[in-house]
């Protein structure tokens, strides 16, 4: 009866034995699979990025896509055009004159208290 305690036992502390030998080693893999992932993402990340990019890079070109570069470039500039236009229009409209002449005023009060407290200021 006794050879059979000692023989569980034995049994038992090597299964226990082998299991935190085991823990450890899985842990090690998943840690090994995980920095692989990572490293594998930031790759993908980065190739990612340079591709995106790689449309308004001239290094890579053909007559088709000159073309193309052309069109966008004249679509930006009446783009541009418009901005500056509706800007323009907005601005002399009455209400925004007003706003403007609100501004002035601010910024003529604003200068005047600074001239006060830099006078205030110097006789100390």
């Not at 299964?15 to 992932?37: C, F, H, V, W, Y």
Request: a positive charge.
């Amino acid at each position: 009866m006794r050879s059979i305690r000692v023989t569980f036992a034995c049994v038992a502390l090597c299964a226990g034995a082998a299991g935190a030998q085991t823990a450890p080693k899985i842990d090690e893999e998943l840690n090994e699979l995980m920095a692989s992932r990572a490293k594998a993402m930031v790759e993908a990340h980065q190739l990612q990025q340079e591709i995106s990019r790689t449309w308004a890079d001239p290094a890579y070109t053909s007559p088709e896509i000159v073309v193309l570069r052309k069109k966008l470039q004249a679509l930006e500039d009446a783009v541009a055009y418009a901005q500056d236009e509706i800007k323009g229009k907005v601005e002399a409209l009455p209400q925004v004159q007003e706003k403007k002449r609100k501004l002035q005023e601010a910024m003529r009060k604003a200068e005047d208290l600074n001239k006060k407290i830099e006078a205030r200021q110097g006789n100390r």
